[in-house]
């Protein structure tokens, strides 16, 4: 008999994931990069870098974020190259080598992108996979974070990841056009936001979208100041305290008034009858769902409709690649799409 290997992946803007029915996880910043020239060869010894190591190598590199607002830059091949050398690195982690012929001899991957880049991007995911899976399923990330958790009935899941948010509503049945949405203010935009915010404040600063994205992950929050938010930053070479309070909330709180109104508009399309259990299982995930008090603001939007309840996922890193595995492990051979 065949050997199987099922694996799920979580390709994000930031960060993608694998899980493998080995037991084996792991999980890299989706930065691909090929040294830049001559010097930047000699120095790397290495062809291609990926994730963290390519992020700290990144000024000897033609440095890539092939999924930026969570679709794939089509118009550049160099982006394409980037998702199957992400794809390769992450199936190489968990021990399937080139092809897939060393360590399974049918690898069955589901693969997790945003929504928007299911509707899209299919065509061009597809062509990535080829010649590194056998089988295929090319599903949507918040399906997947549902799958993953087994809320699958009355639900709704609001992954707010880097390049996008997500949501989908659970009806118990594989998830349609209609039951989900995806805006492009999530992570990034927050980054990017704030990046602004603090240059207007302290325009002698020297400040780069790596450090804001750092305090960010440190000190995001939305509604009242947990305490005050002081970071460093040089300014003409010297070390300078900065109180960027006002700015982290205003950044964070971009999110709100859009998230907001598409988490009521959905709940709106959901039957009357139903409608309630939705709204008490709401379910946030991805990076972004970490914002401190995020959870209560949504829940105070709640309130105009009969109140609901809004949790999120603690450790959101592996939830959608644990889900894509899940959804493998399930998946009957009929479901699969063959690539050889
Ligand atoms: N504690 C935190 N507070 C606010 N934002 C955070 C926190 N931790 C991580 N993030 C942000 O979450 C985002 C990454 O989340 P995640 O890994 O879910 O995204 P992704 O899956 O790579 O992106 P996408 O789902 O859009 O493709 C980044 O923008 C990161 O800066
Ligand atoms: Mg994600």
Redesign the pocket.
Known sequence: MAEILHVGI?L????SAISGSNGERFVVD?YVGWPADMVAKKVLKRAVLIGHDAVSNRTMLDLHRP?ER?LLKEGSEKDVEAVRELLKHLLGLVGVSNGGKVAASDVRAVVGV?AAALRTNKQYLRNSMKGIVDSLLIVS?PFAVAYGLDALLHTMII?I????S?FCVMRGRYPTEEDQRTLTV???SI?AQLLKLVEERYPEANVTIFMV?EW??KH?FVGKAPEKIVVTAPIKGVPTELDITKEMKAACESLLSPVIETMLDLLARVEPEFQERVRNNIILS???G??RSLPQALEDALKQVGGGAVRCMQD?VFVGSDGGLALALDAPDGDWEKLS
């Open positions: 979580d994000g803007t930031s960060r989706s999924l969570g945003p990330e992954d990841g880097a390049g996008t997500d999530a992570g990034d980054d994205r960010k992950e995001s991805g990076g972004g970490l914002i959101p």
